[in-house]
């Protein structure tokens, strides 16, 4: 069942930005902050965290879990290091991801050819 409730989770997610990029003037970077914001304050009222264990991967896969991440971390350094954990707890739970898309891109780059 975690599979099913997997693909519902992603394909909605992916189904509510393809509506609104048709039916609006957003361009896809609006949409990602959207998305983003929108995982950013589920997390705040641990509602994500919800929806990661009915979902599984599939909440944690979408860009939604981008703004959860970087909302957990700024709580979790703030509640251990105080203030100034705020900055370290974001960098400590998203740097691989951050590190990883940064390397992909580069070595994509390299490997396709932009269009005119």
Known sequence: MIYFNSFIFAGLVCAIAQFILSKTKLT???VTVIFV????????FNIYDKLILWAGGGA???????????????????????????LGGTFN???????????????????FKPKD
């Not at 914001?37 to 705040?44: E, K, V």
């Not at 939604?64 to 705020?86: D, K, N, P, V």
């Open 93 to 111: 739970l998203t740097s691989a991801g951050i590190t990883a898309a940064i390397v992909v891109s580069f070595f994509l780059a390299l490997i």
């Open 60 to 86: 944690l896969v979408p860009i939604t879990s981008f703004g959860h991440m970087l909302t957990h971390g700024e709580i979790a350094g703030y509640e251990t290091e105080g203030f100034m954990g705020i």
């Open 28 to 30: 896809p970077g609006h």
């Open 37 to 44: 914001c929108l995982g950013a304050f589920l997390d705040i």
